[in-house]
């Protein structure tokens, strides 16, 4: 596959000339989900989900169809009927000839006192995982992960814990919008093994629009 990083945590996915984009959300580019195949979405905020590049992207194309979760879906099903799909974890399905599984259930605590909301990961191709906002560990090994590496839910350890824990062959920065210029050599400095060696994973970020064979 080859992956193209777009803004934020959304990226796209091509194989044999068909592309799954997931995540296109907010903050990603207006373009971001058209000329997709297939769509996937994590979860509902919008920097995750935004329904009018999703209605965008499914009315320029008829063939084009959404796996995501309820509250997604219910969103958007009315408008395409038949082409917008409920899933969950334990799911498997075949989107625009790739194979993907569906893991974990919630997203990750932002604060107590903030409900938690339903969120799902999809491992893509047996190799590639995107977790969208949550640490989950998929229960078969990674080969590439998209780590959210900034988040109102998250901290440094617990980015650096997640790494350790799936032991991917290579990581790929998502989720890092807000990052600031100086902020990235200091991600990168305490991901990289050869940086402070915290991480035992080849770590890398893709600017929005590079990409890289996986």
Known sequence: ???TKKGHSCVRLTREGRTLVIDPGAFSEEDAALGADALLVTHEHPDHFDEGRLRAALESSPATEL?????????????????VHTVGHGDTFEAAG??????GEL???????????????FL?????FHPGDALTVPERPVHTLLLPVQAPWNK???VVDYVREVRPE??????DALLTDLALPVYARNLSPQGAGIAPTEYARLAPGESAAV
């Open 170 to 175: 290579r990581a790929f920065a998502v989720h």
């Open 107 to 121: 997203h990750a605590v932002i604060h107590p006192d903030i409900p938690r909301i339903t969120n799902v990961g």
């Open 156 to 158: 440094l350890s617990e």
């Open 67 to 83: 796996w995501t979760l309820r509250s997604v879906a219910e969103q958007l099903s009315a408008a395409f009927p038949g082409r």
């Open 98 to 103: 790739f194979e993907v599984e569906v893991h």
């Open 124 to 128: 893509v191709g047996g190799a590639l």
């Open 1 to 3: 596959m080859e992956l």
